[in-house]
């Protein structure tokens, strides 16, 4: 991967890591907390739960997340919101209550702009679904594809992806997925379009 590949996913993807429990190893044992000195209890997750957290994840193809790219702009902001913070007195007053008020709202309005338009992919009980991620905040269930067995795709551009089926179909922009999630959801989209047994198509070919 090159080094421009690397940035664009770090700004396209979560910088905060999964929880230590979030693992398959503890999957059939559970996870507990390393108990530290000064500590008189310890958290404990079971096996069911870190079963449960891993199938939803495995089930998102391009799960919702503050992006790279939002936490910098937070941060560029929140810079903006303390000049105006400690700003003299004499200063433009307008320019300075602008400064202090507008970050914020502008924060959001920019990160639920674009959770508007990304979209998610996901598979639940053998159907295909496909949401925003404002959906997915606002937990709605998004639209259905119909049988993963049954979905036809194509790539219509480079950054596009046309999804159908005999239950309709959908146009998901890829321009806000990481590289990691595009390969993930083009491995899966061949693997519910082949019948058991097929051998796997070579590197370059598209749908069906």
Do not use: C
């Amino acid at each position: 991967m090159s080094a421009g590949s690397r940035i664009a996913d770090a700004l396209l993807g979560s910088p905060i890591p999964p929880p230590n429990w979030l693992d398959p190893r503890f999957a059939g044992s559970g996870w507990r907390a390393p108990r530290g000195p000064r500590l008189r209890s310890y958290r404990f997750m079971s096996a069911e739960a870190v079963k449960v957290e891993l199938a939803e994840r495995e089930s998102h193809l391009n799960a919702p997340v503050i992006q790279g790219w939002a936490w910098l702009l937070g941060l560029a902001l929140l810079a903006v919101e303390i000049a105006g913070l400690t700003r003299t007195r004499s200063a433009d007053e307008a320019l300075t209550l602008v400064m202090v008020l507008a970050p914020l709202p502008a924060w959001i309005v920019t990160v639920v702009a674009a959770a508007a338009v990304s979209r998610d992919v996901q598979l639940v009980d053998g159907s295909v679904f496909v949401r925003s991620w404002l959906g997915e905040w606002l937990g709605l269930r998004g639209r259905r594809l119909g049988a993963a067995t049954s979905i036809r795709w194509s790539r219509a551009s480079a950054r596009r992806l046309e999804l159908s089926s005999d239950a309709g179909g959908a146009s998901v922009g890829l321009l806000l997925w990481p590289s990691s999630s595009v390969d993930a959801l083009e491995r899966r989209l061949r693997a519910w379009s082949e019948p058991p047994g097929h051998h796997p198509r070579r590197h370059g070919e598209r749908g069906r």
